[in-house]
């Protein structure tokens, strides 16, 4: 059997995750996802819930940057995130959110909390900032968690654009 090196130039999922030459700390609103490791549905528990959006509150608090609308949801975490002042890249922020969001996680358990990576897509305008939004606040309706947004403890916004 031969085996033919494979043509690093393709796209590969591993190496298109994030926009090529597309600056992330510019001043840009960013739709995220996180996911959990495994799609484990961790945070039907609500102190771990809590632990992880504190740790998401206080980094905000200390690096200054934008959160226009958050959900936590049972296995992952979607996100409307600005770099605003801080100049942090969105890798920076979400790095440092999984890390704070792990080491939290450890009071309960072990092991990894998220999987590798995450999704993002850049809001291009303000008709997609607020449908981003009304699709980040009906998550926990749309998965039958609860009949109105509002009632979701995980979900709010902090920023305004």
């Known amino acids: 059997m031969r085996i033919t090196p494979t ?5 590969t999922r591993k190496n298109t995750i994030r926009l090529r030459g597309f600056d992330y700390s510019l001043r840009r609103v960013y739709f995220v996802t996180i996911v959990t490791l495994n799609r ?7 102190a ?3 632990a992880t959006l504190d ?3 206080r980094l905000r608090e200390k690096r200054s940057f934008n959160l226009y609308q958050y959900c936590l949801m049972p296995d992952h975490f979607h996100g409307l995130i600005g770099s605003g002042p801080s100049g942090l890249s969105l890798s920076a ?3 440092a959110f999984k890390s704070l969001s792990t ?3 450890w009071r309960w358990s072990e092991g990894r909390l998220w999987q590798p990576r995450f999704f993002d897509h850049i809001i291009r305008n ?11 606040r009906m998550n926990p309706v749309r998965k039958g968690l609860v009949s109105h947004w509002q009632d ?10």
């Open 152 to 161: 979701w403890p995980f979900t709010g916004a902090i920023d305004r654009l």
């Open 7 to 11: 043509n690093k130039n393709l796209p």
């Open 93 to 95: 922020i979400c790095g």
């Open 48 to 50: 771990i819930a809590r």
């Open 40 to 46: 484990r549905k961790i945070f039907l528990n609500n």
């Open 103 to 105: 080491t939290a996680y």
């Open 55 to 57: 740790c998401l509150f």
């Open 126 to 136: 303000e008709q997609d900032f607020c449908e981003t939004t009304e699709y980040i």
